[in-house]
């Protein structure tokens, strides 16, 4: 039988109120069930925000200095069980082991980092107006805040987010993803042997739609940061918005790599093999496009269908480059796009399929595909996919590539490949993205620096870096004059 697992509220581990319990399963074998977790309610909710509002002044009131020392523990903590939450991460996520291990090592790095942050000022000194009046702001804390977390980087995005909130002296409930629940066990469980206090940090799992609102409207809720679909994005703003909350979303993205003539051409092939294929495409951050300057359209369509084709597929405890897609319901939406992309006209150049090998039956598998010849405005090259799916477009020049780039709902990430320091210094001012890479993949950003996106992909704030700290805390002005 498989274990059973329960929501961390106020310091203890309880059974949800209605006593129901969802099982998860490994996307690498849909018969291996990983867990039974908590199918939470309202109340849950309503519970796990109580325990946090009560914990908040003592918390809030703690120095700085303190509140980071307890997320050093934390790092150390988890970095101590480094080995054994990314294998539950790649049982449960599918990724492989060494892409689990990097990201929980990030989350190590991120803890750290935030705790270096509470030394940081957190305020100014103004020049007044008045020669005996003392005027200074300070950052305070929001509140209680919510955290949605989604289940593709499992460790990572729910650390970037509750560290910072911790840092800056609130207090947390977080509901992860009811695809990764495991990790958001054992996240709680490293903050409990550091020795956070009862109702600071509290997890609750089940589907959103049984309590998402409640953790988006309760009057005790100050804020809420959410990572995942721009469709469940645009309904928590709306929650938010009407009940004065304040928000943060990252939500979707359809990202590109721009690929000049005068690219190092090996360079762009496995970078943006790299940016696409890493983690089964189940990025915010992944490359799904590829916008190739046509002077070297065929050779890197050549080159990058062979490298493609060659990529090994399996378990996150093997050798191999990409794992499964998350879901069956996932792998098969992912085919369904594929089948449209096909039924639309463009060439499928290589993948498109589940694999022939038996081994991997009972997996959620997609081989990684590559079209070809894609119309800029066709679904395949519009809508996101979330899956080992990249689209090959074919662009006159420097602008058309840029234009192509830009023409999509979402502004996520983009990189470019070349050479040439103008076009370089170009792209950075006019691409359409939150985020600019030269050289690099799509996917990834440092701890230190700030993460979101433009248009449909973010909700103008941003993650991560000292920037996090502008959601996480509000300001107060203080005015001191003498006595008369």
Known sequence: MAERYLNYIGGNWNTPSQGEFFSKYNPANIHEVIGEFPNSTTEDAESAIESAAAALSGWAGLSSHVRGEYLRKAADVMESRL????????????KSLPEAKGETMRAIVILRYFATQTMLPDGDVIPSAGATTFLYSRRIPVGVVSLITPWNFPVAIPIWKAAPALACGNTVVMKPSELSPLTAVRIAECFEQAGLPSGVFNVIHGHGARFGETLATHKKV??????????????????????????????GGKNAAVVLADASFDQAVNLTIQGAYKSAGEKCTATSRVIVQKEIYDKFAAALVEKTSALTIGPGDSDAYLGPVITVEARDRILSAIQSGVSTGSALLCGGKVPESAFLADGCYILPTVFGDVDPKSSLAQDEIFGPVLCLIKAEDFDDAVAILNDVEFGLSASLFTQSLSASMQFADKAQAGMIRINGETAGVEPQAPFGGVKASSSWSREQGLAARDFFTQIKTVSIDLPA
């Open 83 to 94: 080995l054994e939450i990314a294998t539950g991460l790649m049982k449960e996520e599918g």
């Open 222 to 251: 100050s804020a809420i940061s959410f990572t995942g679909s721009a469709k469940t994005g645009k309904v928590i703003s709306g929650w938010a918005s009407a009940h004065g909350k304040k928000y943060q979303l990252e939500m």
